[in-house]
């Protein structure tokens, strides 16, 4: 295999299971024809194993595979092979977030050499599981409390976030009270599995906003993918007028779609994919979380040419778009301003369809 070859990879099924031991092909050997009794003149050099990156998520997601494909494209850019130099390892917790502490330890236990995640509940498992190993985060976290006033980090983490000073959070929920100005009751979505969704009391940051708008902020949680539609028809009973997600997992982002269209309910959300992919009617926020990855990547480089975490700042992205999906509007029936269609960084027109995003290649389960 070449090394800019890329391997096929069997898909990911949905309820893929953590696999807690690595399958590693025994060291390769020099091979002698020489007896025993007779010392060869020059040992052949073991090859040495590959160096390991290992990511660490809820569950499969065609987001985070495109995000780990460009991981692996800005690697391999760098001068990594993935023909026995390098390789990366995909380790989720079947959706079943109490399993992330025992994951990250498994993980750990293996002593990989850079650790990955995108989301809160990963990065803070890994960060429990390890003050060792580095980790590279690459999307919304609140890891600023590990960082100095010049991001520098103070712990074992580092790489591309979105979150650090609230703004991440905060603007999409004004986009949302710009689309519909006599809105009277926001809902919000939250995960009751997400650590840094349940920290946050009442409305969270949304509190004082809602209050100077005089809308009412009414909060609604879900807990596993299976329980979603319930919170949309809870959200649906309270008579809300439109509903912001909380930032989450891209697990999730289809299915919030699927069940905002069922119960004809305007909402945002902070990941473009779930206007552009998913067919949701808004979002504000990363412009593509496959660019975030290619600039993690970078960390994971430098971190595996031995360049000190102290030496690598956090980069914290402050680059966001307005996604306006005006065939989902029609759909549900609702009118958007003018103002807010004018400022769009992309529109979704009537009849044009979105697909959710396919990889093209996997990768590889701890096994």
Known sequence: MS?????????LPA??????????????????????????????????????????????????KLCMNEVRDELEKSGWSF????????????????????AAQAMVARRPDVLLATDNPPTEALMNATKELPIVVMGPTNIGKVLDAQLRPLANVTGVS????????????????????????????SNRDNIGHERAQ????????LQQADVEGLRVRFSGKDDIA????????LGVDAVLIWPDSSVFLGEHAQQALRVRLPAISHSSWFATRHGGLLSYGSIGRVSMCGRGARYVNQILRGRPLAELPVEELYEAALVVNLDTAERIGVTLPSALIERADRLIR?????????ADAHLPAAR
């Not at 009442?202 to 906003?209: E, I, N, Q, T, V």
């Open 162 to 189: 979105l979150g650090l000073k609230g703004q991440f959070a905060i603007k999409p929920m004004e986009m949302l009270l710009r689309a519909f100005p006599q809105a009277r009751r926001i809902g919000m979505i």
């Open 15 to 64: 309820a893929l299971a953590l696999a807690v031991g690595l399958a590693v092909s025994p060291p390769l050997c020099a091979q002698s024809d020489v007896p025993a009794a007779v010392t060869p003149r020059a040992a052949v050099p073991a090859q040495a194993p590959p160096r390991v990156v290992a990511y660490l998520g809820l569950g499969p997601s065609e987001s985070v």
């Open 230 to 237: 319930r919170a949309w028809d809870e959200l649906a009973r």
């Open 350 to 358: 009537p009849g044009e369809r979105t697909l959710a995003p396919t």
């Open 202 to 209: 009442g409305l969270g940051l949304f509190a004082d906003m």
């Open 83 to 102: 023909d026995g130099q390098v390789r990366l390892e995909w380790n989720d917790v079947a959706n079943d977030p109490s399993r992330y502490a025992s």
């Open 3 to 11: 090394p800019t070859q890329r391997p096929h990879w069997p898909s």
